[in-house]
């Protein structure tokens, strides 16, 4: 009995593989059954990448090397690198993934700058030399090891409208203030574990210079926790003072649209929203 798939065209086969292929697990699957079917849906296990491994990492610079110059630049879109390293690996892969609109980086930032410079053969000093990423997405969210050793405006794309960073003890307030200097910049989360700063109100004043610009249209907090009384009484202070803000940015900004203040309470569980699409962003309640 012959395969009722058969009896389809071809345009239409391909809508089915098109839109089955957009959940990973199944364009996987379906890259499996043959290489007319792998060529069409490769474009979607392309699309959305995240490495969360050594050997993931590996073997997708590998698999990368086996393409065409363009593969993965025309591809790849959505890019997660959460794993230690190889470092110089890390670095082929955004050398590589130049098209990358969305980037999560969870790995040592002056590893990468060093391994960076090094295969570029600067001999300057770190503090002196140009550094830029390689690609410029207009979305960047900057976790774990990337924000341990404090924030570096220039591992963030000159590009980006939607930022994401973590407040550790190392981030000070001079560098979390130049972000005012990024041209596009309209969406904004901070995280941060709850007990790092006296109050909310201490973290408002560091953020204080960039909302003054009057360009931040929305401030996502995340608080991170157990959920103590304590714990949400820092998540109602960030409510209340959204309501203040809300005030003075009319009075100083005339008929601009107020910087809008979204605040929770969160999980460290920043890799899984951005896999599954999740929109931080939604100023709606």
Known sequence: MSS??????PELLLLVFSLASRHHPTAVALSLVSHWVHTHVEPNLYHTVSLTSSRSLIAFVVALKSKPHAFAQNLVKRLS???LGPISHIEDVLRMCTGVTSLVCGFSVPSYIHCARDKKGLVAPLEIATFRLPIAPHEQHLIALACRDGLDMSFI?????????QLTPATTFDSVARLRELPYLTHLAIMYRHG??????SVKEMLEPVLEEG???????????VGSKAHRKEVEEWRALEA???????????????????????TTAILPQWEQGTDIWDANP
């Open 244 to 266: 203040i803000s809300c005030t003075t940015t009319h009075k100083r900004l005339g008929h601009d649209p107020p910087t809008r203040i979204i605040a929770n309470r969160a």
């Open 81 to 83: 690198v959460t794993a």
């Open 196 to 201: 790092l700063y006296p109050s909310a109100k």
């Open 215 to 225: 360009k931040l249209r929305v401030l996502v907090i995340h608080v991170t926790g």
């Open 4 to 9: 009722p798939f058969a009896t389809l065209p």
């Open 157 to 165: 794309s000159p590009l980006v409208t939607h930022l994401r960073i």
